[in-house]
C-alpha cells in the first residue's frame, strides 16, 4: 500500500546528508567537549561548527546560541531562567507580570500555568478568527510591571505566522523581553533576530529534518537568565549536561542544508498547499480552512469538516496509508477539543472535526493528488454513517422548506 507522510509539523524524517554528518560521532569523534585531549577538542570543534550554524540562518552570532535538549527545554530555559533573574526586582510589583497568548504550545502554556501557581500574574491576548494575536490588547495590557512577553512565531496546529516584527517594536520601546517559540518557523521561513527585536528564540532540531533529542535557544547579547537545570557549568553556565554531540552536529547540518533549501522549499511547499486547499475547499461542501489564508506556514494546511470527527477522518486516511493528525501531536491523544481551535472561534463540535496536514520536501504532486482523491471519498463515507451530518442535512432541508414558503406568501 502506498504510504504518505503528511505530519511533518509533529516531526519529520532525518535527511540522509544528516545521518551521514553523525555517524562518525557515535563511533569515531566520540570524545566529550569538555575534555582538554585530542577527542575532546575533536567534539568541541564540531559543537562550535554546529553552534555557528544555527547562529548564521537566524543572523545571529554564534555566541549567542544555547544547546538543549528540545524545544520544549528551551522554553522552558527562557521563560523560567527570565522569572528567576527578574524575581527580586518585581516581587514588590503589581499587575500582568508576563503576557502569552492563548494558543501557544503547551511548552510555553504549561510553563506560565506553573509559574501562576508561583504567585505569578499572566495574562493571555485574544487572537482573532485567523489566529492573529491582537495588538492592541497587547499595547493595553503591559504595565510597569511587565517584564515578560512570550509569543509563537508560527502556530503548530492553523499555521498561522504572527505579526512579531511589530509584536518586537513595542516590547523594545517599553524594555521587556520578548521570547519568540520558533520550533516551527526555524528554517523554513527567514528570521532575523535583531530586525525582529527577538530577546530569545526557541529551536528544535527534529521539525527541519534533523535528530531528535536536541534544541537550541537563541539569547540576545545582553539578555540575562538564571540556569533551570544545575550541575558541571557547561554551555555557558545556562545549561549544564554533557552535551550531545551527535545531534548537535545532526541540527547544524540540517540547519546548514535548510538555509540552502529555503527559497526552494518555500516556492514548491507553497504550490502544493494552495492545490491542496482549492482542491479541498471546492470538491467537498461544508469544508472550511483554518487559520489565515496566506499569512500561514509555506507546509501548513488546516482544515475542518462539518458533520464528521477528526479522530475518524484520521484512523480511515491511515487506513489509505495517508498519516495526517487533528492537531498539535503533543496532545493528539487528548480527548478535548484543541485549545487553538476553540481560541479563533470554533464550537466544540467543530474543533474535532478538524484535520491538519502538514507538508514535506519530500512529498510530491502525485501524492498530493492522491490525498485530495482521498479525502473526498474518506469525508462521504464517514458522512453517509454520521447522524450529526444527517441531522445538518436535515436542517437545511427545514431552512429551505421554510424560505420557500416566505416567497410564496
Known amino acids: 500500500m502506498k504510504r504518505i507522510y503528511l505530519d511533518h509539523a509533529a516531526t519529520t524524517p532525518v535527511d540522509p546528508e544528516v545521518v551521514k554528518a553523525m555517524l562518525p560521532y557515535f563511533t569515531e569523534y566520540y570524545g566529550n567537549a569538555s575534555s582538554l585531549h585530542s577527542f575532546g577538542t575533536e567534539a568541541y570543534r564540531s559543537m562550535e561548527d554546529s553552534r555557528q550554524k544555527v547562529a548564521d540562518i537566524i543572523k545571529a552570532s554564534k555566541e549567542e546560541i544555547i544547546f538543549t535538549s528540545s524545544g520544549t527545554e528551551s522554553d522552558n530555559l527562557a521563560i523560567k531562567g527570565v522569572v528567576a533573574k527578574k524575581r527580586k526586582e518585581i516581587e514588590n510589583t503589581k499587575g500582568p507580570h508576563i503576557i502569552t497568548s492563548k494558543i501557544e504550545h503547551p511548552a510555553v502554556l504549561d510553563t506560565c500555568k506553573y509559574l501562576e501557581k508561583q504567585g505569578f500574574v499572566v495574562h493571555y491576548l485574544s487572537v482573532d478568527k485567523y489566529g492573529i494575536v491582537d495588538i492592541d490588547e497587547l499595547r493595553e495590557k503591559i504595565s510597569k510591571s511587565t517584564f515578560l512577553v512570550s509569543i509563537m512565531h508560527a502556530n503548530n496546529e492553523i499555521g498561522t505566522i504572527e505579526p512579531i516584527e511589530e509584536i518586537g517594536k513595542i516590547t523594545r520601546s517599553k524594555n521587556i523581553v520578548l521570547h519568540v517559540d520558533a520550533v516551527q518557523t526555524f528554517g523554513k521561513i527567514p ?152 481560541a479563533i472561534g470554533l464550537n466544540e463540535v467543530e474543533a474535532h472535526g478538524s484535520l491538519r496536514i502538514t507538508l514535506g520536501r519530500e512529498n510530491t504532486e502525485d501524492e498530493i493528488e492522491y490525498v485530495e482523491k482521498g479525502l473526498v471519498e474518506t469525508v462521504k463515507k464517514l458522512r453517509s454513517m454520521s447522524p450529526i451530518w444527517k441531522k445538518s442535512l436535515e436542517l437545511d432541508k427545514w431552512r429551505t422548506q421554510m424560505e420557500e414558503r416566505g416567497h410564496e406568501h
Open 191 to 342: 528570521i532575523d533576530a535583531n530586525e525582529l527585536n527577538i530577546d530569545l528564540l526557541s529551536i528544535s532540531g527534529h521539525k527541519i529534518y534533523g535528530p531528535k533529542g536536541v534544541g537550541a535557544l537563541y539569547i540576545r547579547r545582553g539578555t540575562q537568565l538564571e540556569p533551570i537545570i544545575h550541575g558541571g557549568g557547561h554551555e555557558k553556565g545556562l545549561r549544564s549536561s554533557t552535551e550531545n554531540i551527535p545531534g548537535i552536529v545532526g541540527l547544524g547540518k540540517a540547519a546548514e542544508l535548510a538555509s540552502k533549501r529555503m527559497e526552494a522549499d518555500i516556492k514548491y511547499l507553497t504550490m502544493l498547499r494552495d492545490h491542496l486547499i482549492k482542491y479541498v475547499l471546492n470538491n467537498i461542501e461544508e469544508s472550511y480552512l483554518n487559520g489565515h489564508p496566506t499569512q500561514r506556514l509555506p507546509n501548513n494546511a488546516n482544515f475542518r469538516f462539518n458533520g464528521i470527527e477528526g479522530e475518524s477522518l484520521i484512523l480511515n486516511l491511515d487506513e489509505n496509508g495517508i498519516a495526517a493528525s487533528t492537531g498539535s501531536a503533543c496532545s493528539s491523544k487528548k480527548l478535548e477539543p484543541s485549545h487553538v481551535l476553540m
